[in-house]
């Protein structure tokens, strides 16, 4: 079994910075893409911002510029800083990982149980 274990969220107003936490356990062999999708009441879950194992990046266009996404490999962690935080960045964030459990399968994604981020303005 694999876990995902989310921290780092809260309370902080506009143009403020948070930094959210995942850090991955259990069997696991190796972590292909890593990633933060956020979802807001009422709005479908969408991507924030992915990361390859070799750390290339890609971002939602709301967040280019303002977040930035890293990973240490070593510790199976993923991380989202978020700068110049909106109203409009208030959602559930919600960490996803493609785990391969061993060698000989197939990686599986799995996801963190999310933290919830409220901006105020």
């Known amino acids: 079994q694999v876990q995902l274990v989310e921290s780092g969220g809260g309370l902080v107003q506009a143009g403020g910075s948070l930094r959210l936490s995942c850090a991955a356990s259990?069997?696991?062999?190796?972590?292909?893409?890593m990633g933060w999708y956020r979802q807001a009441p009422g709005k479908q879950r969408e991507l924030v911002a992915t990361?390859?194992?070799?750390?290339?990046?890609n971002y939602a266009d709301s967040v280019k510029g303002r977040f930035t996404i890293s990973r240490d490999n070593a510790k199976n962690t993923v991380y989202l800083q978020m700068n110049i935080l909106k109203p409009e960045d208030t959602a559930v964030y919600y960490c996803?990982?493609?785990?391969?459990?061993?060698?000989?399968?197939?990686?599986?994604?799995?996801w963190g149980q999310g933290t919830q981020v409220t901006v105020s303005s």
């Open positions: 259990g069997s696991i062999f190796s972590i292909n893409d």
């Open positions: 990361i390859t194992s070799g750390s290339f990046a």
């Open positions: 996803l990982a493609e785990v391969r459990p061993s060698v000989g399968r197939r990686s599986q994604p799995y």
